[in-house]
């Protein structure tokens, strides 16, 4: 019951209008959302595999979305277990270096942030003084990629720089509420003219995936070979049907 309540809370967040999105990010290795709507064949397993569970489907339940991290909930710590598990080159197997990864880029919002109001406004937010005190500074001191990816401006407050991978652990902590001070804009996912976040779009992703299957990377597979593929799959104990994939295909 607190399953089904928490998958229609995320159902309701994800929202339905084609709005971009911040927070909400592909797995780290995602290649480009248009080769990654038709190559990722929702098989579970980076969600399985992931030792933080910070990947979630979209849609409502966990049986048809693709997979994504909304890092308000739970940022990727970059163990790249998930790339390494991916069996059709959805998320780069090469890729092992967290430094390499680029989820999206964080970005603060010095309207609220704690830090940056206190010090260059000269403002006591709301409440803040007494929960953590004025100098937060939480995300640096949470980023894995901490003195690179954010520095402490002055040593005193933070600022994000292009060594950002987009991990979202820092949004993930980020102590404002309702909203956090600090947003990771992802790379290639929510946005309109992509679409690959909403699973409701798959079909015509599909279409022109497959008429521009041509372009596709020697690694990843096509056609018949990728349906070949999926049949194979095993990822929870019993063969997946892939009707979702079947039904968009036309098949
Ligand atoms: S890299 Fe690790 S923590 Fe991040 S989403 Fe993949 S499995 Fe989870
Ligand atoms: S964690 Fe949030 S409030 Fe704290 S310094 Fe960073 S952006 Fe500002
Ligand atoms: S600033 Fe650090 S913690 Fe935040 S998204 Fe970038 S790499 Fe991750």
């Known amino acids: 019951m607190i399953k089904l309540l928490k998958e229609a809370l995320e159902y309701l967040r994800q ?53 994504y991290v909304y890092s308000e909930s739970k940022g990727c710590y970059l163990c790249m277990a998930c790339c390494r598990l991916c069996p059709t080159g959805a998320l780069d197997r090469a890729l092992n270096n967290p430094e390499h990864v680029r989820m999206g880029k964080a970005k603060i919002d010095p309207r609220i942030c704690y830090s940056h109001l206190f010090l260059e406004h000269d403002v006591l937010p709301d409440e803040s003084l007494t929960k953590i005190g004025a100098l937060c500074n939480t995300c640096y001191n949470v980023c894995p990629l901490k003195d690179a990816a954010i520095l402490l401006k002055d040593n005193l407050y933070p600022v994000v720089t ?11 902590r980020c102590p404002t509420r309702p909203t956090r001070a600090i947003h990771v804009i992802p790379t290639g996912m929510g946005r309109v003219d992509e679409a690959g976040f909403y699973f409701r779009k798959a079909q015509s992703h599909f279409e022109k995936s497959r008429s521009s299957g041509g372009q596709q990377a020697d690694q990843t597979l096509s056609g018949e070979k990728l349906l070949d593929q999926k049949f194979k799959i095993d990822a929870s104990g019993k063969q997946p049907t892939f009707e979702f994939l079947m039904k968009s295909l036309h098949l």
Do not use: Q, W
């Open 15 to 67: 929202g339905t209008s084609d709005d971009y999105k911040v927070n909400r990010m592909r797995p780290p290795g995602a290649v480009d959302e248009r080769r990654f709507m038709a190559l990722c064949i929702r098989c579970n397993r980076c969600l399985e595999v992931c030792p933080y569970h910070s990947i979630v489907r979209a849609g409502f339940g966990t049986k048809i979305g693709t997979p």
């Open 162 to 172: 292009d060594a950002c991978v987009g991990c979202g652990i820092c949004v993930e």
